[in-house]
């Protein structure tokens, strides 16, 4: 099949998340297994033009006045054959940030900005002359794609093709004054009967919920939770409608980028049969923060994004947070590297300055990111809800054993500890209080003192788990189909 991936961020290009990793690594498995793949994303500022090839210089693509003329250029996503299309707009994407900077962190012209993104896909299959069956489109920038298939785009050479949208996360959804409808270039009668309404707002989501010939979303239990009130953000009703056209497949992890045995980023490689660089791992972790460099004392570390989604506010809130008990309370080491909402890096920064086992680094650095994975004992991820989440499995991969809340993702992927037989790969825990996320660290750093053999078995348990992108590509080869079979019946062929 011929398919066209649509998205705001992909790996090594533009990355805000996981939803970076998930586009680049599941088109390279969609290209192993035999699928002709092309992503299109935005040529941001950030990304440097003398490094791609130009394509098309006089793009046009049609926008509400007449038409906005923009500039294509590609080059390939490193190891595989799959080319990369980068739309430019010297308006739109040239300027710093993704979705918004430090002081706007929602530009006011998204709508847009990522109406432009999702219209010109269709720009770029005409000006190619090349026409997939599949558009995937992802979360809310790219949710325009198959309301434009559905309702704009739907002749000649589109009229076969089949739209996917793939939620990555509920919890971003598109939010603008309805007053930004026209940006979409769609006619008013659209906003309503497509499902855009909500209130005095236009959601861009939501229509692509209701377009999309096949929803998918990124774990199983995600998929069930989102049609559920309280994990649906809004609209469960509307996944509970479409509950038959919405399948969960779980990411997985790109052998390319996060291996233990061949990291390139590593002080040390190791592997399940030779683990002995992870301690080096975690020497020079130490060393690197400021800590004591001492194999005996667990580390504890955590990788994130600092969003309320995170459980940041159990974690680190001024008031109650649970870190300052930890560090205090139990004899563990404890290091963050994550970037987000201001009071958390604020007291990120303050609790490395009065604690001795706890260090922040604060911004977004991949190299420590790869290093906190390998050279922690246990990776935290106290998440109030979670898609898939990709950090506890690079932290399987790693042997580093995460704890976790049970949700989403989390819930599918991680194996809880059971003391009597010593089985599992990680440590879980159903609410989420500043309570909880206390005890069960407590719980994993008792077994770190108390039940070393079980914790080494975990490590190699967990080393052992694969989660395989080529299996989620066979599953998403089958959803293709099905949106495929599904486009037909709409149209009534
Ligand atoms: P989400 O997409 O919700 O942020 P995931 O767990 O799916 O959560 O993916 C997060 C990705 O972003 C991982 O690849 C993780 O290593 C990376 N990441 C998050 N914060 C940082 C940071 N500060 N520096 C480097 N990488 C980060
Ligand atoms: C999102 C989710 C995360 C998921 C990632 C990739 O950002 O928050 O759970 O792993 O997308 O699909």
């Known amino acids: 099949m011929k398919i066209l991936m649509v998205s705001s961020e992909a790996t090594p290009f533009a990355k805000a998340g996981g939803l970076a990793d998930a586009v680049s690594a599941l088109s390279r498995a969609l290209e192993r297994a035999g699928h002709e793949v092309r992503i299109l994303i935005p040529r941001y500022y950030f990304i440097d033009r003398t490094l791609l090839e130009p394509v098309v210089g006089g793009l046009a693509v049609p926008f509400p006045e007449g038409s906005v003329t923009c500039s294509l250029y590609r080059t390939l996503l490193p190891d595989s054959s799959i080319p990369v299309y980068f739309l430019e707009h010297e308006g739109y994407f040239g300027r710093d940030g993704i979705y918004g900077t430090k002081t706007e962190p929602d530009f006011a ?20 002359d090349w026409f997939p069956d599949i558009f995937h489109a992802h979360d809310w920038p790219t949710a325009l794609v198959p309301v434009y298939l559905r309702h704009a785009e739907r002749g000649g050479n589109f009229a076969s093709a089949a739209s996917v949208l793939t939620i990555h996360n509920l919890g971003y959804q598109g939010l603008y004054p309805a007053g930004r409808f026209p940006g979409t270039g769609l006619p008013w009668a659209l906003f309503g009967s497509a499902g855009f309404e909500q209130g005095a707002s236009l ?9 999309a010939d096949s929803l998918t979303t990124v774990s199983p239990t995600y ?43 590593l002080p040390a490689r190791y592997s399940k049969a030779d683990i002995k660089g992870k301690a080096l791992c975690k020497a020079e972790l130490q060393r690197l923060m400021g800590l004591p460099i001492d194999p005996a004392v667990p580390l504890v570390g955590m990788v994130s994004r600092l969003a309320e989604q995170k459980g940041i506010g159990e974690l680190f809130g001024p ?19 994550g970037s987000g909402e201001a009071w958390c890096e604020t007291e990120l920064r303050s609790l490395s300055a009065k604690l ?29 809800y979670e898609p898939c989440g990709l950090t506890q499995l690079y932290a399987l991969k790693y042997g580093s054993l995460p704890i976790v809340r049970r949700t989403g993702g989390l819930a599918d992927t991680v ?72 486009a037909k019946a709409r149209r009534g062929i």
């Open 223 to 265: 998929s069930r939770e989102i049609q559920t009130p309280e994990f649906g953000a809004g609209l469960d009703s509307v996944l509970r409608h479409r509950s038959s056209s919405l399948v969960g497949i779980l990411n997985g992890v790109d052998g390319g980028e996060w291996d233990p045995a061949v990291d390139k980023l």
């Open 415 to 486: 194996e809880n500890y059971d003391q009597g037989t010593g089985s599992g790969t990680g440590f879980m825990f159903d609410q989420l209080t500043p309570g909880s996320v206390f005890d069960t660290t407590g719980w994993a750093v008792w077994a770190w003192y108390n039940k070393v053999e079980h914790i080494r078995a975990m490590r190699e348990r967990a080393m052992s788990r694969v989660f395989s992108w080529d299996k989620s590509a066979i599953e998403f080869s089958r959803l293709y189909d099905m949106a495929l079979a599904a």
């Open 109 to 128: 012209d998204n709508t847009d900005r990522f109406a432009l993104l999702s219209r010109g896909a269709f720009a770029l299959c005409r000006a190619l």
């Open 356 to 384: 001795p086992n706890f260090r922040a680094r604060i911004g977004y650095d991949e190299k420590l990111a790869h290093l906190v994975t390998a050279g922690s004992d246990f990776i935290l991820v106290p998440s109030h």
């Open 203 to 211: 959601n861009l989501l939501a229509a692509g919920l209701r377009a």
């Open 319 to 337: 008031m109650h947070g649970s870190a300052w008990r930890m560090c205090t309370e139990m004899a563990l080491q404890f290091v963050v590297v």
